[in-house]
């Protein structure tokens, strides 16, 4: 008996040591069972081994494979080891990528900051930056990398997660194309704005979209209040002569994309009623293609102008006037030097003859003498009024005795 009582205890020990084991494993089960346990970690010839649950990792998997950023493993030399189908749709392949360096699908002049930093990555730094990825039909896309080394092996391997940013790169394109054109059109009011002409703008509907201030003080609307409203209540023409209104051009604009010329006598009608001469030109707004986007009318003030042609009517008038009256002075002036001179010429005649008696001789120098002093008169009459004599008022306005006309 008592060489038996130890191999008993043995026994019991050893029974107790199963059911301990039986029971750590139905924990186990139990906890399995439950979602308790994600990963088994087990003892073999090889070491510790980590298996995990395909229950615990397929959610982990569903994720990477349907984020909308592309995630790639790389090994220690930037081999691709493992991606996801993001990946592949950005590159523009269908499946897995075979086996190549990460470096292969990196646009030549995004190369020298890829090693950069994957040199960076190496040393346990997590990195970003943005580079330009080539598709498989050669095409270039903007993307923006985040490499980390793998926390439980250094820097043995590489997680990248790309984003595709070429969406970004076309926004921050339209909105840098959008401020220019802001700018542009910043540019253009303001030039419209100081410019000495009216312009107005209208769209394909014949609606304002824009006046200047010039265009403001002609038509007596102001650009807030006209904007929308047919250009035809705004730009309202009329001939100056008949005061019936006129063919507005800015529709034939849009339908052939030419304007016809309009009178010289056409007036703006302002709102208060009151009517202004201008000239008009109006052209098509075409977009780069070629096709009209709406029509500008540009008016000119035509007032000064039409002062200017009035006052030369007026002295083309007076011109005639004056020549014609210089015309009746001319045939006077010819009159007058003929006569006395057609006497002399004759009393002359006479008093050569031999036969001439003293009467007669004294009758015919008392005539020429006569005939001199008229022309004399004549003559400083015709110099006072070419202001020639001195102290003479003739014309001129200049003080002195004014020279006897000759009767």
């Known amino acids: 008996m008592i060489d038996e009582n130890p191999r008993v205890s043995e026994l019991e020990r050893e029974v107790e040591e199963q059911r301990r084991q039986l029971q750590e494993a139905q924990d186990t089960l139990d906890a399995i069972r439950n979602g308790q346990v994600d990963a088994l970690v087990t003892k073999g010839p090889a070491g510790n081994q980590v298996f995990t649950l395909e229950s615990a990792d397929r959610p982990y998997r569903l994720f990477i494979e349907e984020m909308q950023q592309g995630a790639v493993t790389l090994s220690a030399g930037g081999t691709i080891l493992y991606h996801n189908r993001r990946f592949s749709e950005l590159l523009g392949m269908a499946g897995k990528l075979p086996a190549a360096l990460f470096e292969d699908i990196v646009a030549p002049g995004s190369r ?3 090693k950069t930093l994957l040199e960076d990555a190496r040393k346990g730094c997590r990195v970003t930056g943005e580079l330009t990825l080539t598709t498989r039909a ?3 896309i903007p993307t923006f990398l985040a490499i980390n080394a793998f926390p439980s092996q250094g820097a043995s391997a590489f997680c990248v997660v790309v984003s595709d940013l070429t969406e970004q790169k076309q926004n921050e394109k339209l909105m840098a194309a959008t401020a220019a054109l802001e700018e542009s059109k910043a540019q253009l009011r303001a030039t419209l704005g100081n410019i000495g002409d009216a312009v107005i703008a209208a769209d394909m509907e014949l609606r304002v979209a824009f006046l200047n201030p010039v265009a403001e003080q002609l038509t007596g609307w102001k650009s807030d209040e006209s904007v929308g409203r047919p250009l035809t209540e705004v730009f309202r023409i009329a001939s100056e002569h008949t005061r019936e209104p006129a063919n507005n051009p800015v529709a034939q604009v849009l339908k052939e994309g030419s304007a016809p010329g309009l009178a010289n006598c056409t007036a703006l009608i302002h709102r208060d009623g009151h009517r202004t001469p201008i000239r008009v030109s109006a052209a098509p707004i075409r977009d780069p293609d070629g096709q009209i986007l709406g029509v500008v009318v540009v008016l000119h003030d035509a007032t000064e102008r039409r002062r200017a ?6 002295a083309k008038l007076e011109a005639e006037c004056a020549s014609k009256a210089n015309d009746g002075f001319l045939a006077v002036l010819s009159h007058e030097l003929h006569t006395p001179l057609a006497s002399m010429l ?19 120098l008392e005539a020429i003498e006569r005939s001199l002093k008229e022309q004399v008169n004549l003559i400083e009459y015709l110099l006072a009024i070419s202001g020639r004599i001195p102290g003479d008022t003739g014309t001129h306005g200049e003080t002195g005795t004014r020279t006897k006309l000759p009767e």
């Open 138 to 140: 050669r095409e270039s």
């Open 309 to 314: 042609e009035e006052q030369l009517l007026a």
């Open 112 to 114: 020298a900051a890829y």
């Open 346 to 364: 004759g009393w002359a005649r006479v008093l050569r003859s031999p036969k001439v008696d003293a009467s007669t001789s004294a009758r015919g």
